[in-house]
């Protein structure tokens, strides 16, 4: 019932929580990804890129 839905929601909120730590993790030995990282949250700091376009070519760097 109720009980087991809670326990399908953690199970799929932990999932997603491993995989966002195991990508962060990978993200930050990554020299390329770090230094690119720094110049586009310069960027968005002056509001100069949107987050969203940030983020994805970050991710799409990370995945070469």
Do not use: C, K, P
């Not at 809670?6 to 990554?30: H, N």
């Not at 690119?36 to 376009?53: C, I």
């Amino acid at each position: 019932g109720q009980l087991d839905a809670l326990r399908a929601e953690q199970a799929v909120a932990q999932l997603i929580d491993e995989i966002q730590t195991a990508l962060y993790a990978r993200a930050r030995t990554d020299g390329a990804f770090v230094a690119r990282h720094r110049e586009l949250e310069q960027r968005v700091v002056e509001r100069r890129l949107s987050v969203s376009a940030a983020a994805r070519e970050l991710i799409e760097l990370l995945f070469r």
